[in-house]
């Protein structure tokens, strides 16, 4: 009976570390990544800002279905090769300068990703991305943390697009 006692406190104390672990890891973070493509502001931000495009060069992502549009206010589903469907929908798109999206619709997290585009000169762009996801359940901030790299994601997200404009990214320390 002893036995059963302690591995039944083993199990609970390992469902419950996660929670009280999450509790003390903030439920916002910010990631930010930038860099300069050797192509005009226009070229990177057709490329970017056109979903459907995405399924030809993003690598991680199956399919993106557009739901609807309406004044340049998307709404869409990203189903990435692996891992839950993401719904998004356009806040703010400020041609050839910044584009706002948000999470949507999802019980786990939600959160927001901002693009800006900057012409460095008539054949360069500076771009800047920022995500900002917002986990609220403690025991989910312990398992993002754990099992979801975002600078990875971004880096990835880089590579492909300098993949798309024929230019190769360098990745920041």
Known sequence: MK???????????????PFIIGIFIPSQRIYTKQFIFNSPVEKVWSIVT??????????????IKVISKENSKEVWIEVPRSGPSIKFRTVEKIENKQWT??????????GKWVGTFDAVDENSTK?????TPLVNNPYMRTLSLLFVDMNKTMELYLTNLANE?????????
């Open 50 to 63: 056109d979903l459907k495009g995405q399924e030809r060069w993003r690598n991680d992502v199956k399919e």
């Open 165 to 173: 404009l024929g230019e190769t990214y360098v990745q920041s320390e």
């Open 3 to 17: 036995i059963i006692a302690i591995v039944v406190g083993i199990f609970v104390f390992i469902g419950i570390l």
């Open 127 to 131: 771009v800047v991305f920022t995500e």
């Open 101 to 110: 999206i948000e999470i949507i619709d999802n019980p786990s997290f939600t």
